[in-house]
């Protein structure tokens, strides 16, 4: 059976283990977006704690298209010397680094803060974010920045591409029956609703060329009535590897993502439970590329079971990760103890109070407080 700690390789890019650390959004960055020495600590910690491949969090493509403030971007050439520092970081320590690239589309905190204007496949009623349905030349400009962004992040010098397509973003919506009512090119049917999807990948590749690793975070199915099922997800999959991506990282689409999450009453962890493990299991049939799970992984027990299974191929870690940056260093060296995360996630909540990452229970839990 493979060997969690044993290289991997993804196209011509060699891992030295199969653990991944997802991205995750850690409100490091400055108001334009740009890499900040919080960012650097965070990602320098990461690295040093033995995961093989670390993806940022999301990157927006355009201001447009940004979700949070605090979040990287890389709209703008300007924003390429801060993300080339942070790649040297992280290969120092041995590690691997992809950039994870987004628009945010309906689903722009960003712009509902600022009473703004965002844009969307289509008018969604019941949405409390003012938003408005792109109109054709506009979803080729958001095609074309997504392209522009990935060519900034091969010359920043980043190892591979994550696109989001998850978590009710924009590639999500496009994907989704919930967001998505055009009647063009871009909607109307199931395979016109994946397009979009098709139209990135091409424009990323005519940007960074066909052996640049390019992976995906898919939603496969959305966590809402009326959503994508796991059968059309899985149709999807296979579709958009054959458009030219080299890996996918399952997780949720509309409705899913964080809040997808579990939670516990602060004191106790929940009991280990994969929540997408069976979706990439599903995808993984279908699929001929390297297929990543994330979600309520917190033991090297489980993580080993879900690849000795062969229902991934890497297992990606969030959460854990946060409250212990080298965690997967404390394994590799034989100290198999679970991972000391109890999915309480307030882990973002820190990011409100100190405008940066951290875990709720290693600085504000009462016993924390009491030492």
Known sequence: MPNLFSPFKIKGLELRNR?????????TADDEGKVTEASEVLYRDLAEGGVGLIVTGHAFISIQGRASFGQYGV?????????????EIVHAAGAKIALQITHAGINSRYHASRHTIALAPSLVEGTQTAHRAMVEEEVEGIITDFGAAAARAKEAGFDAIQLHGAHGYLMSQFLSPLYNHRTDRWGGSTEKQRQF????IKAV??????????FMKFGVMDDRDGGVSLEEGVEAAHHIVAAGLDALEISAGVGGGSSRASKTDGENAEPEVPYFRERAASVKRSVSVPVMVVGGIRSIGMAQNIIDAAEADMVSLCRPLIREPAL?????????????CISCSRCFGVIEREGGLGCYQERYSEKQTAR
């Open 19 to 27: 653990f991944m650390r997802s991205a995750t959004y850690d409100g």
């Open 75 to 87: 709209y703008d050439d300007e924003m390429i010397p801060g993300l080339h520092h942070l790649a």
């Open 197 to 200: 999807h098709l139209d990135v």
């Open 205 to 214: 590749r005519s940007r960074v060329g066909n052996d640049y690793p390019l």
């Open 328 to 340: 997967i260093r404390r394994w590799e060296s034989g100290d198999f103890g679970p991972a000391r």
